[in-house]
C-alpha cells in the first residue's frame, strides 16, 4: 500500500492550495481517508475525513476554509484549503483511519 501526497508549498496569507493523495495497492473505494498535519513542535491533528460515501468532517479550525474530496476512480483524495491563514503552516499527511498507511507528508508554508 502506497500513499503518495503532494501539492504543498509556500503561499501567501488569503491564499489557496490543494494537496492530492493518490493510493495504490488498495481497494480505494470502500475506504474512508483522512487529512492530518503536523507544526514544528506539536503534536500531529486531524484535519478532516471523508467517508467512503463522500460524508466529510473538518476539524473546528478548518471548517469552512477546506474541502475533502475524492475521485475513486483516479483512488485520489483532494484537499482543497483557502482563506490560508499562518498557523495553517504543517506537514500535512494522507491517512487510512483504522490502518497504519500514512502519505510521506507535504510541507505547507503560509507566510508573507
Known amino acids: 500500500v502506497q500513499l503518495q501526497a503532494s501539492g504543498g508549498g509556500l503561499v501567501q496569507p488569503g491564499g489557496s492550495l490543494r494537496l492530492s493523495c493518490a493510493a495504490s495497492g488498495i481497494n480505494f473505494r470502500i475506504y474512508a481517508l483522512g487529512w492530518y498535519r503536523q507544526a514544528p513542535g506539536k503534536q500531529r491533528e486531524l484535519v478532516g475525513t471523508?467517508?467512503?460515501?463522500?460524508?466529510?468532517d473538518y476539524a473546528d479550525s478548518v471548517k469552512g476554509r477546506f474541502t475533502i474530496s475524492r475521485d475513486n476512480a483516479k483512488r485520489t483524495v483532494y484537499l482543497q484549503m483557502n482563506s490560508l491563514k499562518p498557523e495553517d503552516t504543517a506537514v500535512y499527511y494522507c491517512h487510512i483511519p483504522g490502518t497504519n498507511y500514512w502519505g510521506q507528508g507535504t510541507q505547507v508554508t503560509v507566510s508573507s
Open positions: 471523508i467517508s467512503n460515501a463522500g460524508r466529510t
